[in-house]
């Protein structure tokens, strides 16, 4: 499933309601609109140029407050973590994939751009 993506007739962004399955994944396009862009990884990832893929701070504060709550109360995956997690379709979200995400997003950001990814 895709988000929707309401644009005006000059393509500036007018709207966006989150895909069925509570992702944000948009059809193809050549860009992203910057405010657009700007509120996305203010909102998933305020650190996105100034971490390696990962953000050890976002990670324990997402784990305490997990395992206080005794329930998944918090995330603290970075957007490049999601993009893995999306890529990986399907696998189950526990720890263990959660630490292969690491792994993996680290491997990305060596490989590819902030703005690709």
């Known amino acids: 499933p895709t988000s929707t993506v309401i644009t005006s007739s000059n393509n ?3 709207g966006a309601k989150i895909a ?6 948009f059809p193809h396009s050549d860009s992203i609109p910057h405010k657009f862009k700007a509120c996305i990884i203010q909102f998933e990832d305020a650190y996105f ?6 953000n050890p701070i976002s990670i324990f504060k997402a784990l305490k407050n997990n395992l206080k709550s005794g329930t ?4 603290g995956s970075t957007i490049t ?3 893995i997690r999306l890529s990986r379709q399907g696998k189950a979200r526990t720890y263990f994939e ?4 690491l792994i993996l997003a680290t491997r990305l950001e060596l490989r590819t751009s902030k703005e690709h990814i």
């Open 12 to 14: 500036t962004l007018i």
């Open 20 to 25: 069925s399955d509570g992702q944000w994944r």
């Open 98 to 101: 959660k630490l292969k995400e």
């Open 72 to 75: 998944i109360k918090r995330g």
């Open 49 to 54: 140029y100034k971490h390696p893929g990962f």
């Open 81 to 83: 973590q999601q993009v």
